[in-house]
């Protein structure tokens, strides 16, 4: 997770009141703020205020603004007047945060909301003083920012793909006099010449169309045999390779989501006609439809760079997101991470709590040794006891899907209902929702699912899709039990349906997001006797040595 700097994080805060004339920001910090941004950031909050009838008093709001690159968090307020027979005036407090810094908001929620309402209590009594006050609160959050990304920076765990310089995708093709031949790798120089063709020599061992591996000693592959139709091959076909290298390979969740994408792929590569023409540019002599050959040979290299966008790039997030799912899923295991964000615990101690509170039958190796792999919790020996350390706590949100707003902006003028249509069905969500344990768990378990996820990322990557272009879009492999899925998931509030301008659309209602946070203790004001910071500092030293370590600590302690 990257570090975020201080001037890339705050954008500003606005005070801003309700009236029978309408909203209007009164202060705002720092003052080079747009006025005319501030206004409709204002207008769009306080429309709250007249949907429902709904009390928002002491309540807090996030919505995205794509076209300012920023997320607002309003908490909303009242005023009682100097005039006992005058109405209360509802006010807002809105921070603005960069768009790309959501992880700031949702980490610290519950201290932003705090700051917020003492914030208010202030603005109330220093009614002359107010840009003063909010000046001030802004300084302070700028320090509490600095000391955010301070700890930030101690704490963060790199998740890296094991020797990523040899990830890539190769395709290879039967040729008529040679046998098998490499065509095109891609990244160029990521495998040597020798590799590539042992790689293609798969092609004489299988001829069954679908997916297999095979381990070689300085990469793993991923290969998908297929044919494609050719008015020149002998057999009326060429016989082709697609081979996805890694120095290590993927885990199975992993896998299985990278198979959907690389079948997509092939399915549009053999609706391509006379692609196959593409391997006859060399090694045949052939003179006549020269010009077609070069474009068709360079459509597949296209294509070759076009999967490893999709399957190898891309599965680094992809990998990320499901292994912070495979973590969550549990709830025993969510229960236990929250109670080790309010510091570390002796080993004893943490055996003894999960007993008592989660159950005697619960084994605490099977809780703690996933968090321990991942380099999201170590043991360190503290005054002569080994205790539990939390170097990260990972948490689930529900958020509005951005990507999707932003579609939705540019059929604006095609469309001009929808945008509106689905702001209103996602504000609705928003207004009651409040993330829980049990949530987390729900969505932890919806990413963890190999065909749910896909359901997502498509919806994610595509923002607003007809509802027959999308189920004609699903891989064909996942087809029947996605669209099985797609009611539950609408059910769940994930996808949402809509009917606009004659047409029936198939959206995000509610996009998931992960987040590796620092733990509360780390930063909180005042610590209590469990915590131990300095102990935290000599475990991230030996950080690199811990897992065999641990096990046997963890062997000895909970035998």
């Known amino acids: 997770m990257q570090s975020e700097k201080t001037d890339e994080i705050l954008d500003g805060v606005i005070y801003s009141t309700m009236s029978e004339l309408g909203p209007k920001p009164q202060v705002w910090f720092p003052e080079r703020l747009d006025y005319k941004k501030i206004l409709e950031i204002t207008i769009k909050f306080t429309s709250y205020l007249s949907v429902g009838g709904e009390d928002w008093t002491g309540k807090i709001s996030i919505l995205p603004f794509p076209a300012y690159r920023v997320l607002g968090l309003s908490y909303f307020f009242e005023e009682l007047p100097d005039n006992p027979s005058r ?52 300084f302070n959050l700028v320090e509490f920012i600095g000391r955010y990304e301070a700890i930030q920076k101690i704490t963060d765990v790199k998740e890296m793909i094991e020797e990523s310089g040899k990830n890539c995708v190769l395709l290879s093709f039967f040729h008529s006099k040679i046998g098998p031949k490499p065509f095109y790798c891609y990244p160029e120089g990521v495998l040597s010449e020798e590799q590539q063709y042992r790689t293609a020599k798969e092609l004489e061992l299988n001829f069954e169309q679908g997916f297999f591996t095979r381990s070689y000693p300085d990469f793993k592959v991923l290969h998908y045999y297929f044919e494609l139709p050719s008015e020149w091959a002998r057999g009326k076909s060429e016989m082709c390779l697609v081979s996805l290298i890694f120095g290590a390979m993927p885990p199975k969740e992993t896998i299985n989501l990278i198979s959907f994408r690389l079948a997509d792929a092939i399915d549009k590569l053999l609706q391509k006609p006379n692609i196959s023409k593409g391997f006859y540019k060399v090694g045949y002599g052939i003179k006549d439809n020269l ?46 991470m929250e109670k080790l964000s309010e510091g570390s615990m002796e080993l004893q101690e943490l055996q003894q709590w999960i007993s008592l509170n989660l159950g005697k039958n619960v084994d605490p190796l099977a809780l703690i040794q996933p968090l321990v792999d991942s380099n999201f919790a170590l043991v360190n020996e503290i005054s002569g006891q080994n205790h539990i350390i939390l170097l990260k706590e990972i948490q689930v949100f529900r958020i509005s899907p951005s990507s999707t707003l932003e579609k939705l902006k540019s059929l604006e003028i095609i469309y001009p209902d929808l945008l509106e249509l689905y702001e209103a069905e996602v504000q609705r969500f928003f207004r009651r929702y409040k993330p829980s344990l049990r949530d987390t768990v729900f969505l932890s378990r919806l990413i963890f699912d190999s065909v749910n996820y896909h359901i997502i990322s498509m919806l994610r990557e595509g923002g607003a899709f007809l509802k027959t272009d999308f189920e004609e879009a699903i891989s064909k492999d996942v087809r029947e039990i996605a669209l099985a899925n797609m009611e539950f998931l609408k059910d769940q509030n994930i996808l949402a349906e809509i009917d606009a301008h004659n047409e029936h659309f198939i959206l995000l209602k509610t996009d998931i997001k992960f987040m590796a946070t620092i733990p509360k203790y780390l930063l909180a004001e005042k610590k209590d006797d469990r915590v131990v910071p300095d102990a935290l500092g000599q475990a991230l030293i030996n950080i690199s040595k811990a897992p065999d370590r641990i096990r046997n600590i963890f062997r000895r302690w909970f035998a």
């Open 87 to 138: 109405k209360a005036t509802i006010a807002t407090i809105t921070l603005l945060i960069n768009e790309n810094s959501s992880n700031f908001f949702y980490q610290n929620m519950d201290k932003l909301k705090q700051d917020l309402e003492a914030l208010s209590e202030e603005l109330k009594i220093e009614t002359k003083r107010r840009r003063l006050v909010l000046s001030r609160f802004y």
């Open 291 to 336: 010009d077609e050959i070069d474009k068709m040979h360079d459509f597949l290299q296209n294509w070759v760079t076009e999967v490893y966008k999709i399957c190898i790039e891309e599965y680094q997030e992809t990998s990320s997101e499901v292994k912070l799912a495979n973590i969550l899923r549990d709830y025993n295991r969510v229960k236990l």
